[in-house]
């Protein structure tokens, strides 16, 4: 069974970015698609970004597709999401799952991302 590890949240200004990273505690995601959904306080879980297994197609949701980059390192077995220029509305819980979820789907602690104002 694969385990993904998020990290790299914090808290940032409004325009900043930040570097998000998933990885493979156990197991390992080489030949699979991972997607990115973050879970605003309040509000239901929601699709970021998905990259596929080699990564060479991804599809970003249109409400960051203009600020946010996803990416993996094959190698390193990482896969990224850059953010940039941040604003209230992307604080949230950021999630990293194998791609697309179903209901077997472990969902990790997440990294949390904060942008105040």
């Known amino acids: 069974q694969v385990k993904l590890v998020e990290s790299g949240g914090g808290s940032v200004q409004a325009g900043g970015s930040l570097n998000l990273s998933c990885v493979a505690s156990?197991?390992?995601?080489?030949?699979?698609?991972v997607g990115w959904y973050r879970q605003p306080p309040g509000k239901e879980r929601e699709f970021v970004a998905t990259?596929?297994?080699?990564?060479?197609?991804?599809f970003i949701a249109g409400a960051v597709k203009d600020r946010f980059t996803i990416s993996r390192d094959t190698s390193k077995n990482i896969v990224f999401l850059q953010m940039n220029n941040l604003n209230a509305d992307d604080t949230a819980l950021y999630y990293c799952?194998?791609?697309?979820?179903?209901?077997?789907?472990?969902w990790g602690q997440g990294t949390q991302v904060t942008v105040s104002s």
């Open positions: 799952v194998l791609y697309p979820p179903n209901q077997f789907t472990s």
């Open positions: 990259i596929s297994y080699d990564g060479r197609n991804n």
């Open positions: 156990e197991g390992t995601f080489s030949m699979f698609s």
